[in-house]
C-alpha cells in the first residue's frame, strides 16, 4: 500500500527567508503524481505545486519549488521569499495506481514570524 | 473560492440524531469524494463517487451513509454517530478519477458529535 510521510509536525520561518517542508512516499509503482496542497486557519485546501514522476525537471510555481529525488522517494517543498499568507497547514498527497485516489500526509503546520 | 461549497460548516450532533452533509460544485466535474480530517492524523478518504457511481468505500462504517444523485452534488447522511466520528469532512471534486488530476476541496463541515 502507498503511503505518505511527513516527518516535521510544525516548522517555522521568519519572513522574507527560505523553508523547506519535507515529505517521503512509499510505492511500487513507476508511474504517479505527487501533490502538495495549502490548507490555510478558513480551511479551504488548495493545491500549490504538482510533480509528474517520470519528469525529472523539478516543478516551479513562482517563490514554490520542489525537490524531487525518486530513487529517494523524496519530495520536499521550498518556499522562498516567504510571506505572513504562507502561514498554513502544508499537506503532501500522492496519486498513482488504477484508481488513482489521493492519499495524504499528516501535514505540516507553517508559522511565519513578522 | 474553489468552486466546492459544503453546507452546513458546522454541526453539532447528538449520538441519535440523523443529519446530513452537502457538498456541490459546478465546475463540470464527475468524481467527487468524502475525506475526514482528524486532528494529527492523515486526511482519510472515505467515499469516491465516478460519474454518480460509488466506486471505493475504505471500510467506511455503515453509520456514514453516502448519496451521490446526480454529478454535481454529492450528500453524506449521518445516524447514529460516535464522539469519535467528530471532525472535519471535506468533500473534494475533480475532474475525473485519476491520477493527474488536480482535486478542489470545499471548506469541510466541521461536524462535533455529543
Known amino acids: 500500500a502507498q503511503t505518505v510521510t511527513q516527518s516535521q509536525p510544525e516548522m517555522s520561518v521568519q519572513e522574507a527567508e527560505t523553508v523547506t517542508l519535507s515529505c517521503t512516499y512509499d510505492?511500487?509503482?513507476?508511474?504517479?503524481?505527487l501533490f502538495w496542497y495549502k490548507q490555510p486557519p478558513s480551511r479551504q485546501m488548495i493545491l500549490v505545486i504538482r510533480?509528474?514522476?517520470?519528469?525529472?525537471q523539478n516543478a516551479t510555481e513562482n517563490r514554490f519549488s520542489v525537490n524531487f529525488q525518486k530513487a529517494a522517494k523524496s519530495f520536499s517543498l521550498k518556499i522562498s521569499d516567504s510571506q505572513l499568507g504562507d502561514a498554513a497547514m502544508y499537506f503532501c498527497?500522492?496519486?498513482?495506481?488504477?484508481?488513482?485516489?489521493?492519499?495524504f500526509g499528516k501535514g505540516t503546520k507553517l508559522s511565519v514570524k513578522p | 473560492e474553489t468552486g466546492v461549497t459544503q453546507t452546513p460548516r458546522h454541526l453539532v450532533m447528538g449520538m441519535t440524531n440523523k443529519k446530513s452533509l452537502k457538498c456541490e460544485q459546478h465546475?463540470?466535474?464527475?468524481?467527487m469524494y468524502w475525506y475526514k480530517q482528524s486532528a494529527k492524523k492523515p486526511l482519510e478518504l472515505m467515499f469516491v463517487?465516478?460519474?454518480?457511481?460509488?466506486?471505493e468505500n475504505n471500510s467506511v462504517p455503515s453509520r456514514f451513509s453516502p448519496e451521490c444523485p446526480n454529478s454535481s452534488h454529492l450528500f453524506l447522511h449521518l445516524h447514529t454517530l460516535q464522539p469519535e466520528d467528530s471532525a472535519l469532512y471535506l468533500c473534494?471534486?475533480?475532474?475525473?478519477?485519476?491520477?493527474?488530476?488536480?482535486?478542489?476541496f470545499g471548506q469541510g463541515t466541521r461536524l462535533t458529535v455529543v
Open positions: 473534494a471534486s475533480s475532474a475525473r478519477s485519476s491520477m493527474n488530476t488536480e482535486a478542489f
Open positions: 510505492t511500487s509503482e513507476s508511474d504517479y503524481y
Open positions: 510533480q509528474e514522476a517520470y519528469k525529472q
Open positions: 498527497a500522492y496519486s498513482g495506481g488504477s484508481q488513482g485516489n489521493l492519499i
Open positions: 465546475l463540470g466535474h464527475n468524481a
Open positions: 463517487y465516478s460519474l454518480e457511481e460509488r466506486v
